[in-house]
């Protein structure tokens, strides 16, 4: 019903930036949530930065003034604009959109976000 899909992962030097990008698509009637979340190898799935309808947003604490999340209602997408990346970073990351029906959240395929040093 819902579509997501992430884009704009990609290799950088620890302490460069990186924004990746979500869009939405589908039968779509309103979206209360978009959030990001990563998965890094061996650790679980953990939640990075969300993005509630009217503008709340709340972020992990080892991302807060680094990761900043935003969106753009017109296009039903959200952005994670992420500077000064560190090495544990990396990680792939995923994408959910939470409706305002339903509790269930649609998921993206992730892109992945590798940080060096």
């Known amino acids: 019903q819902v579509q997501v899909m992430e884009s704009g992962g990609g290799l950088v030097q620890a302490g460069g930036s990186l924004r990746l990008s979500c869009a939405a698509s589908?039968?779509?009637?309103?979206?209360?949530?978009m959030d990001w979340y990563r998965q890094a190898p061996g650790k679980q799935r953990e939640l990075v930065a969300s993005?509630?309808?009217?503008?709340?947003?709340n972020y992990a604490d080892s991302v807060k003034g680094r990761f900043t999340i935003s969106r753009d209602y017109d296009k039903n997408m959200v952005h994670l604009q992420m500077n000064s990346l560190k090495t544990e970073n990396t990680a792939v990351y995923y994408c959910?959109?939470?409706?305002?029906?339903?509790?269930?959240?649609?998921w993206g395929q992730g892109t992945q976000v590798a940080s060096s040093s």
């Open positions: 589908g039968s779509i009637f309103s979206i209360h949530a």
């Open positions: 993005h509630i309808k009217g503008d709340i947003t």
């Open positions: 959910n959109v939470r409706l305002i029906t339903g509790l269930g959240g649609y």
